[in-house]
């Protein structure tokens, strides 16, 4: 597998009507977010306003965590539900969906038909270290698969790939279900998005 190191030199950062939105990564690579044509895209947002709406995106699901701060989320006709870190809400990127709070969240965005996702927290002890593997997300064998490692706090080490800090991230476009050794010299807060991609004609 191919691994490469994203800090904040390869994000993109834009505003919006309540903070700003840090594209972290999108497929295909340089895709424009705004034409609503790719496949799967990670961002992180600075959420300032105490009440937000939602972009409707009918044509994506979306997977949502909390690096900092803690909101209410409401989705569609359900009561508001706290998202807090360690916590991921899924839902359809077409139902509407409303904020309370400010916080730093994390987005996976993947589209409907083509691409599954799931995002997962990871805590690390200062000096420990485990073992992960990658969870079946389709029935479908083969298919793409995309995984990144976004290091929340800290600083996270991957076998023979090197040392991540705080706010950068381990991605690699053309994973394989193998285990990933992970360790954390003065601990960290992890979370790791998985996309799986059908493969054409599938």
Not at 6 to 28: A, F, V
Not at 41 to 61: C, G, I, K, M
Not at 67 to 81: A, C, N, Q, T
Not at 100 to 108: I, V
């Amino acid at each position: 597998m191919e691994w490469m190191k994203l800090t904040q030199e390869d994000y993109i950062t834009t505003q919006w009507s309540g903070g700003t939105t840090t594209q972290l990564s999108i497929e295909p690579d340089g895709a424009d977010y705004a034409k609503r044509d790719f496949l799967w895209r990670l961002s992180s947002a600075e959420v300032a306003l105490e009440h937000s709406d939602f972009t409707p995106l009918p044509d994506y699901n979306r997977l949502l965590s909390v690096l900092r701060g803690k909101i209410d989320l409401k989705v569609g006709d359900s009561s508001p539900e706290p998202l807090a870190l360690g916590q991921v809400c899924a839902f359809d990127g077409g139902v509407p969906v409303e904020s309370w709070g400010t916080c730093t969240d994390f987005n996976l965005m993947v589209r409907k038909g083509v691409c599954s996702g799931l995002v997962q927290y990871l805590e690390l002890k200062q000096g420990g270290s485990m073992t992960w593997t990658m969870p079946v997300l389709t029935p479908e064998e083969g298919g793409i698969h995309a995984l990144a490692l976004y290091c929340i706090t800290g600083d996270l080490s991957m076998e023979q790939e090197g040392t991540i800090q705080q706010g950068h991230c381990f991605l690699c476009r053309d994973a394989i279900a193998q285990p990933l050794y992970l360790n954390s010299e003065s601990g960290c807060k992890v979370l790791v998005a998985v996309v799986h991609r059908k493969e054409a004609g599938r």
